[in-house]
């Protein structure tokens, strides 16, 4: 199971960073994981983000390149987004997901989400 956190509501411009606690895998398979996350705004479908390889390369949408730094903590079993320069677009349910890194492109995140979300609002 991936639990989201640190989601709330932030001004436009404003920070927020998010994690993934995934203390129910293994470590070896939480390393060996691409990990990404998924948004998923007001009467929107669901979109891949972000997502990070297990060797460290990231990928990003075009919509948040530059804005948003995803990372991860392998000894925590843990994932990260920091989100910088908040746009109002950005407003959604954020929700991380883990993949066999042969699948690791965003569009395959979003089926592969398994916890509640975390909210961020920007206004």
């Known amino acids: 199971q991936l639990v989201e956190s640190g989601g709330g509501s932030v001004q436009a411009g404003g920070s927020l960073r998010i994690s993934c606690d995934a203390s129910?895998?293994?470590?070896?398979?939480?390393?060996?994981?691409?990990l990404g996350w998924v948004r998923q705004a007001p009467g929107k479908g669901r979109e891949g983000v972000a997502a990070?390889?297990?060797?460290?390369?990231?990928y990003y949408t075009a919509s948040v390149k530059g804005r948003f730094t995803i990372s991860r903590d392998n000894a925590k079993n843990t994932l990260y987004l920091q989100m910088d320069s908040l746009k109002p677009d950005d407003t959604g349910t954020y929700y991380c997901a883990a993949i066999h890194p042969t699948r690791c492109v965003l569009p395959s995140l979003s089926s592969e989400v398994r916890g509640p979300g975390t909210q961020v609002t920007v206004s």
């Open positions: 990070i390889e297990p060797d460290g390369v990231t």
């Open positions: 129910t895998y293994t470590s070896s398979s939480f390393s060996r994981s691409c």
